[in-house]
T-cell receptor
Framework: EAGVVQSPRYKIIEKKQPVAFWCNPI?????LYWYLQNLGQGPELLIR????????DSQLPKDRFSAERLKGVDSTLKIQPAELGDSAVYLC????????????FGPGTRLTVL | LAKTTQPISMDSYEGQEVNITCSHN???????ITWYQQFPSQGPRFIIQ???TKVTNEVASLFIPADRKSSTLSLPRVSLSDTAVYYC?????????????FGAGTRLFVKA
């Protein structure tokens, strides 16, 4: 069974440029999460989807971050414009619906903003 | 939301048993305790989950005392490949409004 797929694995951009990350969850996993992980810290939840609905986006900086999951499968996280402080690893995870189920994480996208 | 406290780091030697304790004094009645493991350049991986007493799987054991204000992840006979960061999470399953909070985790370093 394929795991959570993320692309790209690495991205280097200059500040003020836009950037997008893509995630394909495990088949059948209706719940999808985007996390941000800074060096030496644990992942921080940005947004959680149940199918195509964003059910928790309270930690998403909406002035520059946006996310979508149009058909309830793949998801895209966008930053526009990127700032130096956005340099981090962006993790996508998926799980079965219904609560605090095991989350399966992708390898992440390491973003460097110069 | 129940906050968790873990040691920042731990050292061990190959073949030893490692116990990592997590404090969660404000755990709620319906909260479960979950542990994840993370290797460098990878996403976290689920290890074990429990509600009370003891849970064991092929990877680890989870001990939860009666008051549930703490829990201990036990890794038997660790190897060099167990060097990773271990996260303790507390939350309520089967609700739509839960939040996932990882915290800083415990960095375990296994030496030869």
């Amino acid at each position: 069974e394929a795991g959570v797929v993320q692309s790209p694995r690495y991205k280097i951009i200059e500040k003020k440029q836009p950037v997008a990350f893509w995630c394909n969850p495990i088949s059948g996993h209706n719940t999808l999460y985007w996390y941000l992980q800074n060096l030496g810290q644990g992942p921080e939840l940005l947004i959680r989807y149940e199918n195509e609905e964003a059910v928790d986006d309270s930690q998403l900086p909406k002035d520059r971050f946006s996310a979508e999951r149009l058909k309830g499968v793949d998801s895209t996280l966008k930053i526009q414009p990127a700032e130096l402080g956005d340099s981090a690893v962006y993790l996508c995870a998926s799980s079965l619906p219904g609560g605090y189920n095991e989350q399966f994480f992708g390898p992440g996208t390491r973003l460097t903003v110069l | 939301l129940a906050k968790t406290t873990q040691p920042i780091s731990m050292d061990s030697y190959e073949g030893q048993e490692v116990n990592i304790t997590c404090s969660h004094n404000n755990i709620a009645t319906n909260d479960y305790i979950t542990w994840y493991q993370q290797f460098p350049s990878q996403g976290p991986r689920f290890i074990i989950q429990g509600y009370k007493t003891k849970v064991t799987n092929e990877v680890a054991s989870l001990f939860i005392p009666a008051d549930r204000k703490s829990s201990t992840l036990s890794l038997p006979r660790v190897s060099l490949s167990d060097t990773a960061v271990y996260y303790c999470l507390v939350g309520e399953p089967n609700t739509g409004g839960f939040k996932t909070i990882f915290g800083a985790g415990t960095r375990l370093f296994v030496k030869a």
